[in-house]
């Protein structure tokens, strides 16, 4: 079974099943999971590092226990590519030990090195006390099985358009040649071309933000996981760099969180750089612009996967005429649109985009 998370790991129980979460959370959607408002998750005052000479950390196992309960009394929120509090545990376990994901249930009886142990807590006095989503405190986020440096230059990678693109775009994609040029657009670290340039390999594939910080960890994810790809970075605003019908497949993940949304997201947030998260007209409008522009820079045969979250209701409510079509994500995630090159034009014609 395929995993879109930040871990696939065997430890204290199954394999992990880190539910892939959209890209950026509704305050309602966050808050109810969280059964905290953001004000009393960052005043928690939950102090991780109070008796770490106290702490008693033998085993893996009992490392495990100890950072689930730290975790536990400490209410995080877990948004950010780990469907648990366990999920995170035994992350920052395998991290401060410097360990791979993959491990079984036989490590829980090993000895927990001593180094580990200091490192440990220094990852929970992050995660507990500063609110830095793991991934961050790692420097690393798993997704569709690729291991990308993660830090707050850019979001954490989880968006479920990695299972579409992972399936090859089936049955979206309609033809029997596979894309020739694809651009993951809004790319942040670039998880979403880079997964695509495996699937597609013969494909052309750019990565294009905005943000010149984005593009940077977006290069170095090139250099360390697809530096045979011939992978280009482009910095510009949405589509508009773009020449007409250029484009096959077009993977886009633009912000899409109303600033009323905003002001009530969890402390996990906060770390995360606003600039991707936020958009105007209750979140929806530079998914409305890059719809309109799409319709030219995509190929005849082209299309486009959008992601907008929660915020579906608010681009229908915007654009009542369009009949979206949102995928199933079997995997997990919601609010992803599979839209052809020819629908963007007919929809353009008759007035209704």
Not at 59 to 79: D, K, N, P
Not at 178 to 205: E, H, K
Not at 214 to 226: D, F, G, I, T
Not at 281 to 302: I, K
Request: proline content about 6%; aromatic content about 6%; some cysteine.
């Amino acid at each position: 079974m395929r995993r879109f998370s930040n871990t696939a790991l065997i430890m204290g129980g199954p394999v992990m099943s880190c539910m892939p979460v959209s890209s950026r959370a509704t305050a309602a959607q966050a808050a109810d999971a969280s059964g905290l408002s953001a004000t009393a998750v960052h005043n928690s005052g939950y102090h991780v590092a109070s008796n770490i000479l106290d702490t008693c950390m033998e085993t893996f196992g009992a490392a495990l226990s100890e950072a689930a309960g730290r975790l536990t009394a400490a209410e995080v929120f877990c948004g950010h590519g780990y469907e648990s509090i366990h999920d995170e545990a035994v992350a920052l376990v395998l991290g401060a030990a410097g360990l791979p994901p993959e491990q079984t249930r036989a490590i829980l009886s090993e000895p927990f090195p001593v180094e580990a142990s200091a490192r440990l807590m220094q990852l929970l006095q992050g995660r507990c006390e500063s609110r830095l989503p793991v991934a961050y405190l790692l420097g690393e986020a798993w997704l569709a099985g690729i291991c990308f440096k993660c830090d707050a230059r850019a979001l954490v990678p989880r968006s479920p358009i990695a299972q579409v693109v992972v399936d090859g775009c089936q049955p979206w994609w309609a033809t029997s040649v596979p894309p020739r040029t694809v651009v993951d657009l809004c790319c942040g670290g670039g998880s979403l071309g880079i997964i695509a340039s495996q699937v597609f390999t013969a494909a052309t594939v750019l990565l294009s933000d905005i943000d010149p910080q984005a593009l940077s960890l977006a290069q170095e994810n090139v250099q360390r996981c697809a530096a045979e790809r011939g992978i280009q970075c482009l910095q510009g605003h949405l589509l508009a760099s773009l020449a007409a019908r250029s484009i096959d497949l077009i993977l886009a993940n633009p912000p899409y969180v109303s600033a009323a949304e905003m002001a009530y997201l969890p402390a996990e947030y906060r770390h995360e750089p606003r600039g991707a998260l936020e958009a105007d007209e209750e979140g929806v409008a530079l998914a409305v612009e890059l719809l309109r522009d799409a319709a030219r820079v995509l190929s005849d045969s082209g299309l486009l996967l959008l992601e907008v979250g929660e915020s579906v209701e608010a681009l229908e409510k915007h654009l009542p005429r369009v009949p979206f079509t949102w995928i199933d994500l079997p995997e997990g995630g919601t609010g992803v649109a599979a839209v052809s090159a020819q629908e963007l034009r007919d929809w353009i014609a008759t007035g209704a985009l």
